[in-house]
């Protein structure tokens, strides 16, 4: 098999979502399990260019099967967030042209391949849930409750490669998002080099709702060079001849 990294760049990702353009389809429900369990605990991490949580210790292994995947089953990898400078523009997908502040990406490897490494050259090697983070005009104070066990402790990872111990269920503000009616779904790649063409998306639209001092803490992070993270987001690609999916 030719590997994606090698192959010409037709599939790539993040692209904008056109609700107008769009198949809708129905699947089984997509089913999601450990990502905000008690057990273990879960580590943050300043790579130098995002903010990376793993979920170790103690626990089951998070996965994701059914819907688009066709009996196979995701184990968890990682989440990894995207912003910008602003509240206007950070997020890599775009909704019928709309910008969101952040984005936090939720990655899986397909478990028939082991391990991660291994997923690069595969069509259907990862599957990455897609979250908008939108900062609205509330008053500083009034932060998500749930997404703070992350923001609350930013500051302890302001150097990079720096690492802290967190709430074993920090993810669990991913339930709001996961209670939608419906999500989208594309083939296409990660959006870091190489940007392998090896991934599942799928996309909830409706936004989690941060306050501005959560997303800010994100912003005072450091890279290697010791200058803050302002911007690390991917620009929109073309979508080509590829069909993006409506999961009603």
Request: proline content about 6%; hydrophobic content about 30%; overall charge negative.
């Amino acid at each position: 098999m030719q590997c994606a990294g090698d192959s010409p760049k037709w599939g790539q990702s993040p692209v904008d979502i056109d609700e107008n353009h769009v198949v809708r389809v129905e699947y089984p429900p997509l089913l999601m399990s450990g990502h905000w369990s008690q057990d273990g605990h879960a580590k943050l991490k300043n790579t130098g260019s995002t903010v990376q949580i793993t979920l170790e210790g103690n626990r089951s292994p998070a996965t994701i099967r059914g819907g688009p995947f066709v009996g196979d089953v995701y184990e968890f990898s990682e989440v990894v967030f995207r912003w910008g400078s602003s509240n206007c523009k950070g997020a890599e997908h775009t909704l019928n042209g709309t910008w969101f502040t952040m984005e936090a990406q939720v990655i899986h490897f397909n478990r028939q391949y082991d391990e991660i490494e291994q997923c690069w050259d595969k069509r259907d090697g990862l599957a990455i849930c897609s979250y908008f983070l939108q900062v609205y005009q509330l008053p500083a104070w009034d932060e998500h409750p749930l997404f703070s066990k992350i923001t609350d402790n930013l500051y302890k990872i302001t150097q990079p490669e720096a690492t802290a111990k967190i709430s074993p269920n920090c993810l669990s503000w991913m339930r709001q998002a996961c209670q939608t009616p419906g999500y989208y779904t594309y083939t296409g790649s990660i959006t870091t080099w190489p940007y392998h063409e090896c991934v599942t998306w799928i996309i909830f639209p409706e936004p989690v709702r941060i306050s501005e001092n959560q997303a800010q803490c994100f912003r005072m992070l450091q890279n290697k060079q010791g200058t803050c993270i302002k911007e690390n987001y991917r620009e929109v690609q073309k979508l080509n001849s590829r069909i993006i999916y409506y999961i009603c």
